[in-house]
């Protein structure tokens, strides 16, 4: 839950596992900006208190909020719990996913794959559906933007490491053709970006602490991204710079 209530003004934006890495970046990022940013994290409240005061340190609004996405009932009280606090939702950064543990196919089990799927396609899902709820003019919302975190997986497969996260990534794409062609005449825009090798605290997690170094060969631009370079991206399709893009998969690779 929430810890108090914040006032003022700005448009209120929810990031699911906003915590660390890219979502922590494009929270921070967010707030710069103007946003009142609820940060949304599943387990490590530590880091999502370690972002809520960098926002607030700079001067910020934000709130951390604790929702495993993957069940109904959590993700549904995260923006509740964001209206409460701040008001009506402008934007959803749907950024919250596992990767899973690396290996083959054959090696994969229906509980590893479950649990990827889970949160990375029926959380999105989810939130997705109650971020429409609440903006969609139909509904008698103002309107808003959806921004999903994809990966460069989705086209590239990820063979013989992580071709179930990719699957899921795939999901991600298509929902998010799918979802701003039906909520486009409802004022809400739906985009995606797609990141490629970026240095956040994911490979070492899955125990893979020199999968960036192995893999950067494969970058036109010869180096791994930064989390902030890819919430630039997710900034500008936020922002009315991108007023006409919707149904946008929009590639932070370095050009791999």
Known sequence: MATRTKTGKGPVLVITGGSRGIGAATARLAAAQGYRVAVNYNSNAKAAAKTVQAIEKAGGKAIAIQADVSQEDQAISLFEE???????????????????????????????????????????????????????????????????????????????????????????????????????????????????????EIHGSVGDAGRLKRLVGSVPLGRVGSALEVA?????????????????????????
């Open 82 to 200: 964001t209206e409460a606090q701040f008001g009506p939702i402008y934007g959803l950064v749907n950024n919250a996913g596992i990767i899973g543990s690396s290996g083959r196919v054959e090696d994969l089990t229906a509980e590893a794959l479950e649990a990827v799927m889970r949160t990375n396609v029926i959380g999105a899902f989810l939130c997705a559906r109650e971020a429409v709820k609440r903006m969609s003019t139909k509904n008698g919302g103002a309107g808003g933007a959806i921004v999903n975190v994809s990966s460069r997986a989705s086209a590239l497969g990820s063979p013989g490491e992580f071709v179930h996260y990719a699957a899921s990534k795939g999901a991600i794409d298509s929902m998010t053709v799918g979802l701003a062609r039906e909520v486009g005449r409802d004022g809400i825009r739906v985009n995606a970006v797609s990141p490629g090798l970026i240095l956040t």
């Open 232 to 256: 630039k991206t997710i900034l500008f399709l936020l922002s009315p710079h991108a007023s006409y893009v919707t149904g946008t998969i929009l590639q932070v690779s370095g050009g791999r």
